[in-house]
């Protein structure tokens, strides 16, 4: 272990985090993934909206593109031009985004025009303003991931043996299933329902009921995104920040050739202490909200 | 391509880590969409999705360490740590946001006590739900699917990287192979599990089978490829 | 050209039909850029290739539409994984396999059976093992299995310039460009069916859908070619990708104004139902 390649894994960290909380950001303001099954169905009950509809794929496909896209990119501009890494990263990231650009739209259209029987509208300004920030998000993630895994090919003392896109697309596919796991449950179970009780999961009875009216005006997709970087995205970041930064600390801590069984002892050792964290979780939150008062069986709490 | 008792025992590894993907799969609780309105215990994610990013985090971390050392079970281990820090990390922070932010407490509609921890379940499921969160029982029975994946995956990689020697196909072919079972067994599962004390985890032996045959066959044409330079 | 005219009349494709011209589409074309290319010693024929994918992501996004119709429980996305997790597979063995008997050539042909045979297993395996019961899961399986495998050998060959196992090890695994080609072609099977879900959906429109993600997909690969053909080759690529992806865009939008019940500028909720 040397100070420069745990810099590395330090800034590895750092970006990691920062793509995790853009991921989920990036998918809120598209409302991409799971908690977008509540605005499809919106409109299938009769309540149209003003939201993106943004189905392009699951999160972790479709982030594995713009990331393995950016990768691609850059490799190819290191590789055939030398450039320097920082602007081939960039320019990776740039097309990457171009791409997500045209996805998003595509899928915004043939959503809502497959949904005529409905009355749902096709609303173009809501093209023109959101779309280039899904596509704004869409280049904070797959830059950092594309940096991520610049860093891992041809920067730490260790190269890794894959070559720098199919990490990329690795990285990709564990960020979006990160994002649809973590920062999805903020979208989905609060900021689409914030007109029914809070303290519970959606009652099945109020599905599609979405709230589609702000502060002032009809709500899109840029208000959701507002609230939700407020604790959903950096939830995510912290999520795959975590994923990143733990998996290589303890490989680099640990000198992998001499030492390989301690590196994976400390993983061990993480991971007995988010099942503690957990269990504290659940149990300070029985504690604190307590058993639903509707509760009528003889099971006591 | 000279067909000895080691190519029989890169068959026999490509299979168990198949099957390991394919029984990883039915370990992990996702609760699919209706997990991410708070509707169900589980990660509010895709089956496939979840196991895949895990299974190949771990591929990532046994990729690493298959290229400074080669002994199996240290492969093996990372692999599996790999993935279970990315379930473990996963699940944490979602647990934050059905805590912290949902406003909720966590319990499961299968059971009347965590087989864990005791603790009673149906008064906290909230009223027309089945269950929101990640239990204790949840959250463990995840580490083990996790890490199952991440095991499955890195027995996938070491003998196809004994037989071709290069690290790239070898890693793409491991994603084929672990997407193939995982998608077959999220076919069994059918949409949402909570874990191994979830009844639909009995059904598991269809899987099993399942992913047996695919495995088969992807390990006898895997075996016949060869690394080229 | 050839694509521009046939899409003309999808409206109303069969299934059938569509599997030939998707087979024979990707495998003509496959041979003539790879005979084309060897022939005159260039390597300005790769796009051929890529064009020669699309026939085949055409056929898969049409098996996924089948498929998917019927419920499978998991989403549209993993049934795109699994097509291409047996395509990458299908396409290794039978490069492979092809060099290791002497017959570099046959190489398609060995992966397109193998690809069929297999993707029909799963969904034996899955009709009767897992009971999903669903008539047209062998056939659709086999489909999407065909398709996957035939996409992602088009598009390697468009970025490996030809068909020899070794180039396309050294060109399109070590560099890591399989990465791209495997997920964008994922996504240009399952992202048509999936982007356009939903009670009206057309297939004129999904499968137009699906030959304008196969541009963008072009774009990556031509971005790619640069570096292992030059940047006649690679360049002659990315412009016809782009090509092809703004006139099937354009279409496209023009299909979504013909569907939508209305597309407009900006506005309200729907009259009827504030």
Not at chain 1, 54 to 82: C, D, H, R
Not at chain 2, 39 to 66: C, D, E, K, N, R
Not at chain 2, 152 to 171: D, F, V
Request: charged share 10%; with cysteine.
């Amino acid at each position: 272990m040397d100070a420069f390649s745990m810099g590395l894994i330090a800034a590895m960290g750092a970006l990691a985090t920062v793509a995790g909380a853009s991921e989920d950001i990036e998918s809120d303001v598209g409302s991409q993934s799971n908690p977008n099954s509540q605005v499809q169905l919106a409109a299938q009950v009769g309540n149209p909206h003003r939201i993106y509809n943004k189905a392009i794929s699951g999160e972790p496909p479709a982030n594995a593109l713009w990331a393995a896209t950016a990768a691609m990119v850059a490799y190819t501009l290191i590789t055939a031009f030398q450039m320097p890494a920082l602007f081939a990263l960039v320019a990776g990231a740039s097309v990457a985004a171009l791409f997500n650009g045209v996805f998003s739209m595509s899928a915004y259209f043939g959503r809502n025009s497959s949904q005529r029987r409905f009355n749902q509208w096709v609303y173009l300004d809501i093209v023109r303003y959101t779309t280039p920030s899904i596509m704004a998000h869409a280049w904070i993630t797959s830059f950092c991931i594309a940096t991520i895994s610049y860093i891992m090919v041809y920067m730490l003392p260790i190269p890794h043996p894959f070559p720098m896109p199919i990490i990329a697309l690795i990285w990709g596919l564990a960020v979006g299933a990160i994002g649809s796991s973590v920062g999805d449950i903020h979208y989905g179970g609060e900021r689409e329902f914030q007109n029914r009780q809070f303290g519970c999961g959606l009652n099945t009875m109020l599905s599609g009921q979405i709230v589609r009216k702000a502060e002032a005006g009809l709500r899109n997709s840029i208000d959701n995104a507002w609230f939700c970087t407020k604790f959903g995205g950096p939830a995510t970041g912290m999520g795959f920040g975590l994923t990143v930064f733990l998996d290589n600390w303890r490989t680099t801590v640990f000198d992998p050739v001499t030492q390989a069984s301690l590196a994976i002892a400390m993983g061990i050792f993480f991971i007995i202490v988010m099942v503690v964290y957990n269990l504290y979780i659940e149990k300070s939150a029985r504690r604190k909200y307590g058993p639903y008062p509707e509760y009528k069986g003889d099971i006591a709490a | 391509m000279n067909f000895d008792i080691n190519t029989i025992v890169y068959i026999l590894e490509i299979l168990v880590g198949g099957l390991l993907v394919g029984i990883g799969v039915h370990f992990v609780p996702v609760g699919g969409a209706p997990a991410a309105m708070a509707q169900a215990t589980g990660i509010g994610t895709g089956t496939v999705q979840l196991a895949a990013g895990s299974g190949l985090t771990g591929l990532l971390a046994a990729g690493f360490m298959m290229s400074v050392t080669d002994n199996l079970w240290l492969i093996l281990a990372s692999g599996a740590v790999g993935a279970g820090i990315m379930m473990g990390s996963t699940m944490l922070t979602g647990s934050w946001i059905y805590a912290y932010a949902v406003g909720a407490p966590f319990a499961s509609a299968k059971v009347n006590y965590d087989p864990i921890t005791g603790f009673s379940q149906p008064p906290y499921v909230a009223p027309g739900t089945v269950g929101q969160g990640i239990p204790t029982i949840c959250f463990v029975s995840g580490l083990i699917g996790g890490m199952m994946g991440g095991l499955g995956g890195a027995m996938i990689y070491y003998p196809l990287y004994l037989i071709n020697g290069n690290a790239a196909l070898s890693a793409m072919f491991a994603i084929g192979i672990f997407l193939v079972n995982a998608v077959i067994a999220s076919w069994n599962i059918q949409g949402t599990i909570e874990g191994f004390h979830d009844p639909k985890f009995k059904k598991w032996p269809f899987a099993f089978r399942a992913c047996a045959i695919a495995s088969i066959l992807l390990a006898l044409a895997a075996v016949l490829i060869t690394g080229g330079a | 050209m050839s694509v521009g005219g046939a899409v003309g009349a999808l409206s109303a494709l069969d299934p059938k039909k569509l599997r030939m011209y998707g087979l024979v589409g990707s495998v003509v074309g496959i041979y003539l850029g790879a005979l084309l290319n060897s022939a005159l010693n260039t390597t300005v024929f790769s796009f051929i290739g890529a064009l020669a994918a699309i026939f085949a992501v055409l056929m898969g996004a049409n098996a996924v539409r089948r498929v998917c119709a019927y419920g499978i429980g998991t989403g549209v996305p993993s049934i795109g994984m699994l097509a291409l997790g047996m395509g990458i597979i299908a396409v290794m063995f039978g490069l492979s396999v092809a060099e290791a008997l002497g017959f570099g050539l046959l190489g398609p042909i060995i992966t397109l059976v193998y690809a069929g045979v297999f993707g029909y297993i799963i969904g034996v395996i899955a009709n009767k093992v897992i009971k999903f019961n669903i008539p047209i899961m062998e056939e659709g399986n086999s489909d999407l299995s065909m398709a996957g495998a035939m996409a992602l050998l088009g598009w390697s060959f468009a970025i490996s310039g030809t068909l020899g196992y070794a180039d396309i090890l050294k060109d399109v695994l070590m560099t890591g460009y399989i990465a791209i080609i495997f997920i964008a072609g994922g996504l240009a099977i399952l992202h048509p069916f999936n982007a356009n879900l939903g009670p009206d959906e057309k297939q004129d429109r999904t499968l137009v859908n699906s030959v304008m993600v196969s541009g963008i997909a072009m774009i990556a690969t031509g971005i790619a070619a640069i570096l292992t053909q030059g940047l006649a080759a690679g360049l002659l690529q990315l412009v016809i990708g782009f090509a092809l992806w703004f006139y099937f865009f354009k279409m496209y939008y023009k299909l979504v104004k013909r569907d939508a019940a209305a597309v407009v500028g900006t506005g309200l909720l729907p009259p009827t139902v504030q």
